[in-house]
């Protein structure tokens, strides 16, 4: 194989999340991972990360279609969509800090409360029954207690996600089945994990490696130590290339100098969390820009807007767009790198894009 440049690993990694579209389940499967977002501008992120990926997909369609599908919400890196098969990589889950009696008491109701019930449970349906009152978020602020404790259950693995209502969480029972959890196991499930990120986010940076598998923490607290171990076997086992100071990894069996790697002419605009664009360390270096997500940041300080949406052409990101539907029609702002492309393919390629993006919204 030809050793990959910068300019490889840019349309290698074009190429390798921009799959042709398949069903909801294939594409959900092929990345691995789908971070979730509740911002809606114009739609959640995880349905402007399915919409390329997935044939005649509308906003909203995994929220509609979640309850057929072998989906499951749980945390990985963050909190989103991943194929049920994985939940085995993380659970049993022992979070790093313990509950307190009182707290596993309320908790230990709740469980036995939903068990009891067939269907599913909305929070509401739980607050009415226990009332606990409010507790202290993590920002410091006021959140309702018994959603917390059913956040908790979840995170624990004792809840799933059954389906959603108006995008408020129902949540059912659920047994996992039993894993190997001794040393052996917990190695095996870790070196899978640290292959699951580096299949959803690859070609990966040395840095961006070792920031996913600190983050895996939050999907595998309690594989910290095994993740380690295994972070060391993979730099040494995964292929990589060394460019400009800079090592490079990637999925063993793929080739990043593939002629099939070649960039369409399509322009795409892409979710803040999109496989392509999440890592931003990545982004700066193929890219050489730094896009910035910022909805929390004061307007008077944004730069790109409150949601921009990274604007690939080619193989290149050339931008961004902030959309909107303002009476049922499309609102678009542009901003450009270098200016807007003078080529008359790019015009006629955004104007499909958004026409498109209307259809999705529809």
């Not at 894993?179 to 499930?189: F, T």
Request: proline residues 7%; contains cysteine; glycine residues 8%.
């Amino acid at each position: 194989m030809p050793t990959p440049d910068l300019d490889a690993l840019r349309r290698y990694a074009v190429a390798r999340t921009l799959f042709k579209p398949t069903t909801l389940q294939r594409a959900i499967r092929r990345l691995g991972f789908v971070q979730a977002d509740p911002i809606r501008a114009p739609a959640r992120a995880q349905d402007l990360t399915l919409r390329h990926r997935v044939i005649g997909y509308r906003a909203g369609d995994l929220e509609r279609r979640y309850p057929r599908l072998d989906v499951e919400e749980d945390c990985l890196v963050n909190y989103g969509f991943l194929p049920r098969e994985h939940l085995a990589l993380m659970h049993p889950r022992q979070p790093r800090r313990a509950w307190d009696a009182k707290t596993r008491q309320r908790a230990a109701e709740i469980l036995a409360f939903v068990r009891a019930r067939r269907g599913g449970v909305h929070p509401r349906e739980v607050e009415r029954r226990f009332a606990h009152g409010s507790v202290r978020n993590y920002w410091g602020g006021s959140s309702n207690a018994t959603t917390q404790l059913l956040e908790g259950l979840h995170y624990r693995g004792l809840l799933r996600v059954a389906r959603r209502d108006g995008g408020t969480r129902v949540y059912a029972a659920v047994e996992h089945p039993e894993v190997d959890d001794g040393p052996a196991g917990r190695a095996q499930r870790a070196t899978a994990l640290i292959d699951l990120v580096v299949m959803t986010y690859a070609p990966l940076p040395a840095a961006s490696l070792t920031y996913l598998v600190r983050l895996l923490g939050y999907g595998a607290p309690h594989l910290a130590a095994p993740l380690q171990r295994a972070l060391q076997q993979a730099r040494e086992r995964l292929p990589s290339v060394r460019l400009d100071g800079v090592t490079w990894y990637w999925p063993a069996g793929e080739n990043p100098c593939s002629r099939r790697h070649a960039p369409d002419a399509a322009v795409r605009l892409l979710a803040p969390f999109d496989p392509l664009v999440w890592d931003r360390r990545r982004f700066t270096m193929l890219w050489d820009w730094t896009y910035r997500f910022e909805a929390y940041t004061p307007a008077a300080k944004r730069r790109f807007g409150y949601y921009a949406l990274p604007m690939l052409w080619h193989d290149r990101v050339v931008g961004w767009a902030n959309v909107s539907v303002v009476d049922g029609r499309l609102q678009t702002t542009f901003g450009y790198v270098a200016g807007e492309p003078a080529d008359a393919g790019f015009r006629r390629a955004l104007g499909e894009e958004l026409q498109r993006m209307a259809v999705f919204l529809s």
